[in-house]
């Protein structure tokens, strides 16, 4: 059967250059069914931000990890994903995006394996480091090829909007798929169960999409990619390492002396190089900036309380994971609650009294949880009002955000900042991880180490850590008074930041 090729010239949304993506659109059902596929497997990474979660009390007592340590299976996944994700976005134009995308989705799936079969801490956070390389590749890869299987201006916005509600429902439904899991079978399935996904995308994605490049790469700037990431992780396990010997032990100095000369290298490449990773001229535009440090900002908020709030129900309460899993639930149906007050209320309203109001409700939500719990406290006296506000602030930022990083942005930077969001919010939920929960660490082992019981210890480090967080989220509501000025977006502009 001969068919017809079309053309379309999208803007990919990680940092790269516009390209022709040459697509089979002879089919209306055929498009579909190539984004079912790589929706499937866009679900399966966002899944695996917070699958794990519920798992991690289990994994540590089973693989005798250290408290510190527990948060490399969280950070090895959220680091080298944020961190590689623009360069490997970059390599996709050159060397074909859906190449790209199979090799990381074989990536993904061999690093799921070997994480569902590890014997060990240091198996484990290796095959989870594993997992964010193969999720850096497809990530970019399968936006960019959902861009370019829809020329049609409808069908293109609709297809997006899909894509976007993606993280919410990932998010949300994650948390309590993995408490399932591991309260029927075993936490080793949370992993597993991504290999028929995988294998699934492997075999119909090469039938459904054809090959796609850009002609207009230039240069791709490996050394930014590379010392990012590494120093952003040489400074994540200096903290971590804090957490679990000392602030001023020799592997926690050198990493961070370590970490601080790779990130200056990074900055002197930006500067240097023709065609940088990320311009450093993109944050001298207010909005964009705010936008960034904001979302930066609030996961580093989110994912302190996430962490330490499932410690606190699975070790202090003694929640079941499915119970665990089951009692983030209404938290994420009021994030996708917030998102659609957003969506209505921005072309009103604009975007910084919703993304100033946002922060302080959350923040508000975690105040509200420090001064409820208890070592025997009930989910529904302590912890369901405050979770509603939490998710419902989040709700009103994330998006308020995303519309203000992408507001007008030039045809230079369209892409690049709609990659910096999605960059921001994996790299705010690694650093919230090491700094927020490496302190709470450090005092739950203090008051052990002082004679004080166990459990009494253990909420003394979430009120650390969420108490921290409210914080974090009122510094992102100055943020956005301070740097985003005045922003009323149009239709046009909120289906834009969807992309984000």
Not at 49 to 65: G, K, M, Q, S, W
Not at 66 to 72: D, E, G, I, K, P
Not at 354 to 365: E, I, R, V
Not at 454 to 477: D, E
């Amino acid at each position: 059967m001969e068919t017809n090729s079309v053309t379309a010239e999208v803007t990919t949304p990680v940092g790269f250059d516009d390209a022709d993506v040459v697509i089979d659109a002879s089919l209306d059902a055929r498009r579909w069914k190539a984004f079912a596929v790589l929706a499937i497997v866009q679900f399966m990474l966002v899944l695996d931000d917070t699958v794990v979660n519920v798992a991690l009390p289990t994994i540590e007592r089973e693989l005798h990890f250290s408290a510190a340590n527990l948060t490399w299976i969280v950070s090895g996944y959220l680091l080298p994903f944020a961190g590689l994700m623009l360069l490997w976005g970059r390599i996709s134009d050159l060397v074909g995006r859906r190449l790209l995308f199979m090799i990381g989705t074989a990536t993904f799936a061999t690093a799921s394996l070997t994480s569902g079969l590890a014997q060990g801490e240091l198996m484990l956070i290796c095959a989870r480091i594993g997992q964010g390389v193969g999720a850096a590749m497809v990530a970019p890869a399968a936006l960019s090829l959902v861009l370019g299987t829809f020329p049609d201006r409808v069908e293109r916005t609709k297809a997006v909007g899909l894509w976007g509600g993606l993280g919410a429902l990932g998010a949300t439904v994650g948390i309590a798929v993995g408490g399932a899991i591991v309260n029927s079978f075993s936490w080793r399935w949370i992993f597993f169960i991504n290999l028929p996904i995988a294998a699934v995308a492997l075999v119909l994605l090469p039938r459904l999409v054809a090959e796609s490049r850009s002609d207009h790469v230039g240069r791709i700037d490996y050394l930014g990619g590379v010392t990012l990431t590494a120093g952003l992780g040489s400074v994540v396990y200096g903290l971590i390492n804090a957490g679990d010997h000392s602030w001023t032990a020799t592997a926690t100095i050198v990493a961070f002396i370590a970490g601080g000369v790779l990130l200056v290298a990074f900055v002197v490449a930006e500067l240097t190089v023709r065609t940088p990773l990320i311009p450093l001229r993109f944050f001298a535009h207010g909005p964009r900036a705010a936008a960034v440090l904001g979302l930066v900002g609030l996961t580093v908020s989110f994912f302190g309380f996430f962490f330490e709030t499932t410690l606190y129900m699975q070790q202090v309460l003694h929640f079941s994971p499915l119970k665990t899993g089951l009692a983030y639930v209404p938290a994420g149906l009021a994030l996708i609650f917030g998102v659609g007050v957003t969506q209505m209320l921005l072309p009103r309203a604009g975007v910084r009294p919703l993304s100033t109001l946002g922060p302080l409700l959350t923040a508000g939500g975690m105040f509200w949880l420090v001064h409820t719990t208890t070592v025997s406290s009930s989910y529904t006296a302590a912890m369901l009002g405050p979770f509603l506000l939490i998710g419902f602030g989040q709700g009103l930022t994330v998006p308020s955000l995303q519309v203000a990083g992408t507001y007008h942005a030039e045809a230079e930077f369209r892409g690049l900042a709609s990659g910096l969001l999605l960059v921001a919010q994996q790299l705010g939920g690694a650093i919230g991880i090491a700094v927020l929960v490496t302190l709470a660490t450090s005092r739950i082992k203090d008051h052990v180490a002082s004679g004080i019981a166990q459990p009494i210890a253990q909420v003394s480090g979430l009120h650390l850590a969420v108490t921290l967080s409210g914080y974090v989220s009122i510094a992102v509501a100055a943020i956005t008074v301070g740097l985003l000025g005045r922003i009323v977006p149009s239709a046009e502009d909120i289906k834009n930041a969807e992309l984000g």
